[in-house]
């Protein structure tokens, strides 16, 4: 039987993969309530269609931080994709390159930086930076990534400590002697040690952090895991370039709002001055289209990149990321919509939200 859409994939790679990676995946922090209300924050969200438009031609292309992209669907940064598929992140960004999206690479890919890069030299990639306790360590990985041509340098801020992740803890899952994250390891470490025992993530690294990072790179800096308005206009005021409105996946604090809800809170209190982004909960075109309309430039996918991925390698992501650039394209079509410019909030239907 075909897979038609996302969660058709995702009941494909639970029966796929072993217990362990699918916990790891699937598993929010705690009760999983975030994780949970990431996507049903979405269903509850009602459109306001307009007809009798011409929309014969429908056109899903935009930008991101001036760079075009085919659809605002892009792919946010997961680590440990070689737990999915063989080739790992290899896969990720050869299907992101031919779907003509960004892929944010992870701190914590499982293949080189180097073979990302040559494997898809044509894809447009931004890079994710977990900010590691060794000062050296960051510098040395933010110049190798402006260096590959990396374009954006994301930086998580929503994990000074990781979160309570249940499933893990049961599973006694061991990702640190696991696995092979050959570019975060100090030159010395590089010719003795077999594997890595993660770096620590800076948990001291703040605000005025900031400048430092802006004085190693030219890269803009887009911050992930804003989830307020207060740290929204501290973001503006320390200059950086974007906003990922994310919760993790609700793998980090449970109980904060879905990101969907956060992002409107977000969008507001930037006033349009910098790119809003948003990840978490996104399972169908529509919702991309309602992410738009409250004001996202694009949304970031997690957890159904990777199921694509344990299908099917990189074809799997590339169903799955043509399955919602369709869905997308039909949402704007049955909603008048002609061109992401002319996606707006006036589609929302506020009374119910």
Known sequence: MPMVCVTDFEAQARELLSKSTWDFIEGGADEGFTRDDNIAA???????????????????????QGAEISAPICIAPTGFHCLAWPDGEMSTARAAQAAGICYVTSTYATCNLEDIVSTAPRGLRWFQLYVQLDRQLNKQLIQKVESLGFKALVVTVDVPKLGNRRHDIRNQLDLKTNLLLKDLRSPKERNSVPHLQMSPID??????????????????????????KEDAELAMKHKVHGIIVSNHGGRQLDGVAASIDALTEVVAAVKGNIEVYVDGGIRTGSDVLKALALGAKCVFLGRPVLWGLACKGEH??????????????????????????EINQDLIQFSRL
Not at 203 to 218: A, K, R, V
């Open 42 to 64: 979405f269903k509850k969200i009602r459109l306001r269609p307009r007809y009798l438009k011409d929309v014969s031609h429908v056109d899903t292309r935009t930008t991101i």
């Open 203 to 228: 948990s001291s690294f703040c605000w005025s952090d900031l400048s430092w990072l802006q004085s190693i790179t030219q890269l803009p800096i887009i911050l992930k895991g804003i989830l307020t």
């Open 316 to 341: 799997g992501i590339e169903e799955v990321l043509n399955i919602l650039k369709e869905e997308f394209h039909t949402s704007m079509a049955l909603t008048g919509c002609r061109s992401v410019a």
